[in-house]
């Protein structure tokens, strides 16, 4: 219908907003940055195929070769005289034979002139060796730290060393893009990699949430009840859809934390929110008892950081200096702050996935310092070294995607192998993947807030 009047910008965009041109920015805002969940197990491409495809696999430590004596619980009959007679604790009993020198918390040495056994505790009669007398009260730990043999002797009994076992399980994570072929076909208003489509999108968000959940559960993942070989398994997959599987056996992996907690060490600051002296101190000595590495990588989010940045700023910036992280002789993105105190070496990195607001933040994840060997290596026995931390994983299988994460293609839209006739392009990433830890006493967790 006509009407007099001047063209102008009302008329226009009253005639039919298709007719007017929008102004947009074509570029997202990445406001959730959830692409900084960073992937500290691929710093140095550290990863292990499980080569038997089975669905544990186990690591080994060997046992301390010198141990203390536990008198906790025992009578001890003649201390402050040259001959003391006390017992150990079952725990810490059957490795202290006759010969053995025995250092006291009083300085003197004694040497163990008999040892009886009875329901698995050790009795031990024990003679100064310099004529002084022994002062020891129960509960003290007594060092076997050598051997003194008399001439024309036998060889003393034999000693037995075992090994301990560590297990964990993979954990399989998957995740879906599904596209109509509608949407496909359309374009959108703003460009992802430079491509007005949904589908780039999709994907690119999939594949770093992907990427978040393996992060994610490597750090705070539990190792669950269920193996995949359970004939009756407690855990199994609810996820049932037309035409698909659902109903097998469900298992986890056990993140560092978990490592953490039930092998290394866990610190708590006496004054939460705060850090002193006496709280790195507490972290020298604990790591010194374990007889840990002295080159230590430590790791936590920002809030975390800022209370130890505190305590150090104060002193000035003597002995603190920032340097480049370098990872089996790979230099990464990021820079530390480097502490140089007592044998240790500490370099103090941000982790970006503590610090995300959904993730960690209601646990002692995001409160806590992680303390991790410096380029993650430990020694093993016969010598060299293997990583304290990587990823395992079973080998893909699909023809689609890498060794590490499969892809698997639905739907008759799908340009890689059209399927059948729903009209939609369907992709599904998977990946076989566990967490395992070598040398976890040597790993700690600091709670410092």
């Not at 102004?23 to 959730?32: A, F, G, R, S």
């Not at 007679?85 to 010969?99: H, I, L």
């Not at 009875?118 to 060092?143: E, P, Y």
Request: proline share 4%; charged share 15%; with cysteine.
């Amino acid at each position: 219908m006509s009407s007099y009047g001047i063209i102008n910008k009302p008329f226009v965009s009253a005639v039919d907003p298709i007719i007017d041109t929008r102004e947009i920015n074509k570029q997202v805002t990445d406001v959730y940055n959830e692409d900084a969940l960073t992937d500290i197990l691929n710093w140095a491409d550290r990863k292990e195929v499980i080569t038997t495809g089975q669905p544990i696999y186990y690591t080994f430590i060997d046992e301390s070769l010198f141990k203390l004596g536990d008198t906790t619980g025992a009578s001890v009959s003649g201390s402050g005289t040259t001959q003391i007679t006390t017992a150990f604790t079952a725990a810490t009993s059957g490795q202290t034979k006759v010969q053995d020198l025995i250092k006291f918390p009083d300085n003197n040495v004694g040497i163990v002139f008999s040892v009886t056994t009875s329901s698995g505790i050790d009795t031990l009669v024990i003679k100064s060796v310099s004529g002084a007398n022994i002062v020891t009260t129960a509960g003290d730990q007594l060092s076997i730290f050598s051997v003194a043999m008399g001439e024309n002797s036998d060889a003393p009994n034999s000693e037995r060393f075992g090994l301990t076992r560590y297990s964990n399980k993979y954990q399989i994570f998957s995740i879906t893009s599904k596209i109509t072929d509608v949407q496909n076909a359309a374009t959108i208003e703003v460009d992802f990699n430079g491509q007005p489509k949904w589908i780039v999108k999709d994907h690119l968000e999939k594949k770093i949430k992907l990427k978040g959940m393996i992060n994610a559960a490597f750090i705070g993942g539990q190792m669950s009840v269920t193996t995949f070989s359970d004939s009756n398994p407690i855990l199994t997959d609810q996820n049932v859809v037309s035409g698909g599987g659902g109903g097998g056996a469900v298992q986890t992996t056990r993140g560092v934390d978990a490592y953490i907690g039930l092998y290394g060490t866990t610190l708590v600051n006496g004054t939460l929110g705060t850090y002193e002296k006496a709280n790195l101190d507490n972290a020298c000595d604990v790591l010194t008892a374990q007889r840990a590495p002295t080159d230590y990588l430590v790791v936590g989010g920002d809030s975390a950081m800022r209370i130890l940045d505190t305590y150090y700023k104060a002193l000035g910036s003597s002995g603190v200096t920032s340097v480049r992280l370098v990872v089996d002789g790979n230099e990464i993105d990021f820079t530390v702050n480097r502490v140089k105190y007592g044998k240790y070496s500490f370099n103090y990195a941000m982790m970006p996935i503590l610090d995300h607001p959904t993730i960690f933040s209601q646990t002692v994840i995001a409160k806590s310092l992680y303390y991790i060997p410096y380029n993650n290596m430990v020694k093993v026995e016969g010598g060299g070294s293997a990583p304290a931390i990587r990823v395992r994983y079973v080998p893909q299988q699909s023809p689609f995607g890498s060794e590490l994460i499969g892809e698997a293609y639905d739907g008759a839209l799908n340009p890689v192998n059209p399927v059948g006739t729903q009209k939609a392009w369907i992709t599904n990433w998977f990946t076989y993947q566990g967490l395992e830890c070598l040398g976890v006493q040597h790993f700690m967790r600091q709670q410092v807030r």
